[in-house]
């Protein structure tokens, strides 16, 4: 079978400038998508073309280096763990403009030579060009009346996984990884997050708090709606699902018919640096795919401010949990994450969660022990542990000294150590079911109707003062391996 290609396959160039590195990764990359999109069209209009195959190849980043000096290693990321040759592939270049530019610029900087901007041999499957094209879908298998794959590239699972960042990764002819994702493996997951949270990629902010409850998200709503009301908030819009957004305090927005899987709103900054809030719902598994899929974002930090079960009879309803430590009996990352891998508390962001706890509540120092306890948090996939004999779960958590129980923290937490994420987590006590207060529909009324509000502005506060943090200081080096991608 003939593969058609685009007409022109240019020469690799070389480039000392990061900006004109990604025009030029924008520029490869509209052309590759563009020709796959009009041959699609073609062939859904006229037919398959006869022992023709219509291909397009996602762009590339390449660096080589030869010299084994130092860099400035205080940094965490922009720099290779050994000299030798290191690409990436890359996608919705437009999506990831600011990234990239910071990325490049590092390595040129660091290195004191130019990268490589060319076409990679990685064909960008037929679904990822049209995602993006309104009035163009993929039919279903039969539908288009010839064998879609005979003609067009597809989405292969068997190169879209995360060897890269399990570590588990085999360079292919000596080329290491210049980026934990591939292109293809990045297309995937913002196919899923459209799917999942029923909004666009292009709206996720840097800063992402991950919820268990729909309640927080009126109290969300209600903030942001006070934000665009003062122009001096530095808010631009709010974005509620299915892509409805709002740039004033008063406007409507209306009613989505269905509400996806994982309900998700953004209050939007110009540069991307705003909240983005993601309703989970319960349990490990929701946990992991939204992390899965967020984590090619890059977000700067993503936070967990959700309900747990109180192990301590000294503890009260409403009281805050502040992690710095992880039991994990969730299971869902075993299979990536081994269980004896330590997740450590990241200073940066314990300090802002704890600060924050004191702006919004007006205590400090001793009298904040009153509401807050820092200790391990428990994160289990049984939602109704309590049921079983008494004697295992019961023992372990004591053994653990952990404090609090939940279904999502470890899961987040373990996933932002796995993905280079920087993570934390802040839970309110909801029920005590060890000690005979468990969530009953009138306590948790007033539970809810008292806390939910102050809960949730300890996150944003939170989020409010990492922003303001150089990335530098902000992406630690306890998440970086020994042979680490340099990108972020």
């Known amino acids: 079978m003939i593969s058609i290609s685009l007409p ?26 563009d020709f796959l999109c009009e041959g699609f069209t073609k062939a859904m209009a006229d037919g398959a073309p006869d022992d023709q195959r219509i291909r397009a190849f ?25 000299p030798g040759e290191y690409a990436t592939t890359v996608t919705r270049p437009d999506l990831f403009e ?49 064998t879609l794959r005979d003609v067009f590239d597809v989405p292969d699972l068997a190169t879209t996984n995360d060897d890269i960042v399990n570590g588990t990764y085999t360079p292919a002819n000596g080329t290491g990884p210049l980026a934990l994702f591939t292109a ?9 997050l459209a799917h999942y949270t029923a909004t666009d990629p292009d709206h996720f902010q840097n800063h992402v708090l991950f919820t268990n409850y729909q309640f927080y998200v009126a109290e969300f709503e ?35 018919a269905k509400q996806p899987q994982m309900p998700t709103y953004h209050l939007k900054r110009k540069d991307g640096s705003g909240v983005t809030l993601v309703n989970i719902g319960v349990g490990p598994s929701n946990a992991k795919t939204a992390t899965d899929h967020i984590a090619v974002l890059r977000p700067h930090a993503w936070l967990m401010v959700g309900h747990c079960a ?38 940066e962001i314990q300090i802002a969660l704890e600060q924050a706890v004191e ?69 309110c006590v909801s029920d005590k079911p060890l000690h005979g207060e468990l969530k009953l529909p009138g306590m948790a009324s007033d539970f809810y109707r008292t806390q ?26 306890k998440l970086r391996s020994f042979d680490e991608t340099a990108f972020l």
């Open 359 to 427: 702006e919004v509540t007006e205590l400090e120092g001793y009298d904040l022990k009153r509401i807050m306890r820092t200790g391990t948090v428990a994160t289990i996939d049984n939602r109704n542990w309590e049921l079983r004999d008494q004697s295992g779960p019961v023992q372990r958590l004591s053994q653990s000294r952990a404090v609090a129980l939940d279904m999502e923290s470890a899961t987040i937490a373990a996933n932002g150590y796995r993905f280079r994420v920087p993570y934390g987590t802040l839970l």
């Open 98 to 146: 600011n990234y990239l530019t910071q990325q490049i610029a590092l390595l040129i900087r660091n290195y004191g030579q130019p990268i490589t901007i060319g076409v990679s041999d990685t064909p960008i499957p037929v679904h990822f060009a049209v995602a993006a094209q309104p009035g163009l879908t993929i039919p279903q298998e039969g539908a288009a009346g010839f």
């Open 58 to 82: 996602y762009p590339e980043i390449r660096v080589a280096t030869s010299s084994f000096a130092q860099v400035d290693s205080r940094l965490s990321f922009g720099h290779v763990a050994a």
């Open 310 to 347: 109180g192990l301590r009879n000294t503890q009260a309803l409403g009281d805050f949990v502040l992690a710095h430590a992880y039991l994990r009996e969730d299971h869902v990352l075993d299979d990536d994450l081994p269980v004896w891998t330590p997740i450590p508390a990241l200073a």
């Open 184 to 192: 293809q493996r990045v297309d995937y997951s913002l196919a899923r």
């Open 8 to 33: 022109q396959h240019p020469k690799p160039e070389n480039f000392t400038d990061a900006t004109a590195a990604v025009q030029r990764l924008q520029l490869l990359y509209q052309q590759a998508t």
């Open 222 to 256: 209600a903030y942001a709606r006070a934000q665009l009301a003062d122009p001096e908030s530095g808010y631009t819009s709010f974005v509620s699902t299915g892509n409805q957004e709002i740039t004033s305090a008063d406007a409507e927005i209306p009613k989505t």
């Open 452 to 477: 939910v509000s102050r809960h949730l502005m300890i996150g944003i506060r939170a989020m409010e003062r990492l922003r303001g943090m150089p990335l530098e200081r902000l992406h630690s080096r």
